[in-house]
């Protein structure tokens, strides 16, 4: 059973930045693609970032293309988001997930923490 336990998210003026980290264990992490989604008050879940296990490729939603970056460290189990430039529309609980290939469609992952509030005052 994999379980995923986010840290990191808190509040942060516009323009700042954070560091999401999400700490994976049970099954074998460095087998498991590794994203992030985010979910705002009456809004739907949207995908934010997906780090592929086999090539570290990466890719990322259009809203935060340029700004965020996702990465890896499979000796400590652990996949990170960072997130430069925030705007008040950021703000979200984030959630990390995993799975075993990268897809922007929230239905793919089996694996989903509890989710990390994130917060960007104007």
């Known amino acids: 059973q994999v379980q995923l336990v986010e840290s990191g998210g808190g509040l942060v003026q516009s323009g700042g930045s954070l560091r999401l980290s999400c700490a994976a264990s049970g099954g074998t992490f460095r087998f498991y693609a590794m994203g992030w989604f985010r979910q705002a008050p009456g809004k739907e879940r949207e995908f934010v970032a997906v780090?592929?296990?086999?090539?570290?490729?990466?890719y990322y939603g259009d809203s935060v293309k340029g700004r965020f970056t996702i990465s890896r460290d499979n000796a400590k189990s652990t996949s990170y988001l960072q997130m430069n430039s925030l705007k008040p529309e950021d703000t979200a609980v984030y959630y990390c997930?995993?799975?075993?290939?990268?897809?922007?469609?929230?239905?793919?992952?089996?694996?989903w923490g509890q989710g990390t509030q994130v917060t960007v005052s104007s």
């Open positions: 997930v995993s799975g075993s290939a990268p897809s922007s469609w929230p239905n793919h992952y089996p694996n």
């Open positions: 780090i592929n296990w086999s090539d570290n490729s990466t």
